[in-house]
């Protein structure tokens, strides 16, 4: 029996890609805009593109809000990807302060327009970048990341804002940009996020999918 994946449609989604990588690795996807059947998933997966604003508009314009808040408190496996990690965060500042959900403490702040040596690095963070360990040395191991290693799992981003948890255990990865850390995945028990985008990250992020489909 394949496992079942339930993608909430908010109408600020990557669906198409999301749906094909997690049929790839052998799931079973459904895409619904009901809360009603997202309420009833097996695991729920929120991806997201764009702006936290329109983002937060849509989900509350939709009456998801709720639903995301209710379902993180089952204990069932949660994933946001991109921008459906960003929205799990207290708010953020893009186009003005916006209220999140508030499942993670923190704020979603600009990627720093300057490297680590105060030269000018482009904005937004497009491309591929190692994972490595958030600054808590929080271990991989029963984790999304799980069997990946550290500085040698590359995957793709592309985002000019991203979280900053307030809690350092929430960390699970980081990547550097420009000698700076940046956020690329969070998880508290069995509600997880990538600021990455698995569905384009090859190998590994493929694998990324299939663990957390066997959850």
Request: hydrophobic content about 45%; some cysteine.
């Amino acid at each position: 029996m394949k496992n079942r994946i339930t993608i909430l449609d908010y109408g600020m989604c990557n669906l198409l890609n999301v749906a094909r990588a997690f049929e790839h690795v052998g799931a079973e996807v459904s895409v619904t805009e009901s809360a009603r059947e997202a309420a009833a998933a097996d695991r729920l997966v929120v991806p997201g593109v764009g702006a936290f604003r329109d983002s937060m508009l849509e989900v509350r314009r939709r009456g998801l809000d709720e639903l995301i808040l209710g379902y993180v408190q089952t204990g069932r496996p949660f994933l946001g990807i991109c921008v459906g990690m960003q929205i799990l965060f207290e708010g953020s500042e893009e186009f003005g302060e916006h209220a999140g959900l508030g499942v993670f403490p923190g704020w979603v702040r600009a990627v720093p327009a300057q490297n680590a040596a105060g030269v000018a690095q482009r904005v937004p963070h497009i491309g591929w970048n190692e994972l490595v360990p958030a600054a808590s040395a929080r271990s991989w191991d029963d984790t999304l990341l799980a069997g990946q290693t550290p500085q040698q799992a590359a995957v793709y981003f592309v985002h000019s804002f991203a979280a900053q948890p307030a809690r350092e255990e929430d960390r699970l990865a980081d990547c550097l940009y420009g000698g700076q850390r940046i956020c690329a995945a969070v998880q508290r028990g069995a509600v997880m996020a990538t600021q990455f985008h698995p569905e384009r990250s090859a190998a590994v992020g493929l694998d990324v999918l299939r663990r957390f489909s066997a959850l």
